[in-house]
């Protein structure tokens, strides 16, 4: 993690503020003075004018594999089945029973009946980052629907939609099977809408048999069980969201 992202974390102040720091030489990292972009594991002795930085938290970053029947909240008034209750199992039954459960949060969401890729972390600003429109993050899902999609509904889909009142940004559409009277479709699109990709298919008068989000940038779902989880380093996480840190 770069050192200014690092001192920010712990409270000293904003990135900006803590690169005034670093530039006036008031920082050290293990006993030497520390330099702009300078990279750290916060395992280090860090000081600023001779005073220790408390290390801060650890970052976590995981990715789920969300099954349906579970909703995306940190708490449910309803009593229904939450991510980090499918988390905090999946944790303890790969790390150990008697190890303490990280305090992450899930970034984004997928609906109750929509399954697959969910990251979770404790750090807010890689959350905020990957959540932020700007950065038009792509994200794949493969949906089961019926009837079959025709040309004229490629197009509308890949040239944008009108849901909501307002047009979606463009998407990629690739149909991977056809089932039956259902058809196996691959959608990526790069907005984050609530229960967009479901509404894009209701707009072409297409019903959403079922649903899963497989790629979150080149993060990929991949042979990941169905409420099992992975735990990622920053530096992985970066490098497969397309360096948008």
């Not at 697959?116 to 750090?123: F, S």
Request: proline letters at 2%; a positive charge.
């Amino acid at each position: 993690m770069r050192l200014n992202k690092y001192l920010a974390n712990c409270g000293v102040g904003s990135r900006r503020k803590c690169d005034e720091l670093i530039k006036s030489g008031a920082v050290l990292v293990d006993g030497c003075v520390a330099s702009l972009g300078q990279e750290v594991l916060g395992t280090e002795c860090i000081t600023i004018n001779g005073k220790v930085v408390e290390h801060a938290e650890k970052m976590w970053y995981f990715m789920l594999n969300k099954p349906k029947g579970c909703v995306t909240t940190v708490h449910d008034d309803r009593g229904r089945t939450t991510v980090l209750d499918i988390f905090a199992k999946a944790y303890k039954n790969r790390f150990g029973a008697d190890k303490q459960v990280p305090r992450v949060v899930p970034v984004g969401r997928l609906d109750y009946n929509t399954q697959g890729l969910l990251l979770l972390t404790n750090d807010g600003n890689f959350a905020n980052a990957l959540m932020h429109p700007s950065k038009k993050v792509a994200k794949k899902y493969v949906a089961l629907i019926y009837p079959h999609l025709d040309d004229a509904d490629i197009n509308a889909l890949k040239s944008g939609i009108v849901i909501d009142g307002a047009k979606t940004l463009p998407a990629d559409i690739r149909v991977l099977q056809n089932v039956g009277t259902k058809q196996r479709v691959e959608i990526t699109i790069t907005q984050g809408r609530n229960r967009q990709v479901r509404k894009m298919f209701e707009a072409v008068n297409k019903k959403v048999n079922q649903l899963e989000r497989v790629a979150i940038g080149n993060l990929q779902l991949g042979n990941l069980a169905r409420g099992d989880i992975k735990e990622l380093d920053y530096a992985e996480c970066k490098l497969a969201l397309f360096g948008i840190f």
